[in-house]
């Protein structure tokens, strides 16, 4: 069962412009969220992570935003740049971080 | 430093065989965890590993088991291989807290004809 879910399997933004990318869960004991960057032929590498306890974490170009009453989150990057073309996975776990679980991913391409 | 260290990186095998991944995690990360990734579901957690006992296990039937040594490399197994267990296999290692995410290898490339 997809108790994370990434609705979006692929995005397409322009150069410079802003990248907003959408993750919904449905486990209320979730309480870290993290963002993974995916480029192809290689593993995930982690990206940002925010704790149930704040609604925004902030870190260069990427911000993520949770919504705990909508158990909803996103990443938004901004400016959007072509080497940010990849695959997004959206990942949550509980209070033990050791059972993570992982969304399907959002393929996001940034033209020139 | 050294990253995440997975082999091999693909393998063909039949049906009804057995294989045997491998990964070595980053130093001093005592925590590993495997994932199966297909394009349909995503990454999903097939089990962790902390100093040599399984702390986790997700979803996935008896067939895929696992091991971890004194020195946090871990082993994958999968016995009586099926055409569904196609699919990357991703081992991440971490510190024990898992704060800040996991490290995860390149990945091993199971094909099962």
């Known amino acids: 069962d997809q108790q994370v879910k990434q609705n979006s399997p692929s995005l397409s933004v322009q150069e410079g412009r802003i990248s907003i990318l959408n993750c919904d869960y449905t486990?209320?004991?979730?309480?870290?969220f993290l963002w993974y960057k995916k480029y192809p032929a290689e593993g995930p590498t982690f990206l940002i992570s925010?704790?149930?306890?704040?609604d925004k974490n902030e870190d260069g170009r990427f911000t993520v935003f949770l919504n705990k009453s909508a158990k909803h989150l996103s990443l938004h990057i901004v400016p959007s740049q072509p080497g940010d073309s990849a695959v997004y996975f959206c990942?949550?776990?509980?209070?033990?971080?050791?059972?993570?679980?992982f969304g399907a991913g959002t393929r996001l391409t940034v033209k020139p | 430093k050294a990253g995440v260290t997975q082999t091999p990186r693909y393998l063909i095998k039949t049906r009804g065989q057995q294989v045997t991944l491998s990964c070595s995690p980053i130093?001093?990360?005592?925590?590993v965890s495997w994932y199966q990734q297909t394009p349909g579901q995503g990454l999903q957690f097939l089990f962790e590993?902390?100093?040599?006992?399984?702390?986790n296990k997700g979803n996935f039937p008896g067939r895929f088991s696992g091991r971890q040594f004194s020195n946090s490399r871990s082993e994958m197994n999968v016995s009586t291989l099926e055409l569904g267990d196609s699919a990357l296999y991703l081992c991440a290692s971490s510190l024990d807290s898992g704060e800040g995410g996991y490290t995860f290898g390149s990945g091993t490339r199971l094909t099962v004809v």
């Open positions: 130093s001093g990360h005592r925590s």
């Open positions: 590993y902390f100093s040599e006992t399984q702390r």
């Open positions: 990942a949550a776990s509980g209070d033990n971080n050791n059972d993570m679980r």
């Open positions: 925010i704790s149930s306890i704040k």
């Open positions: 486990n209320s004991m979730f309480d870290y």
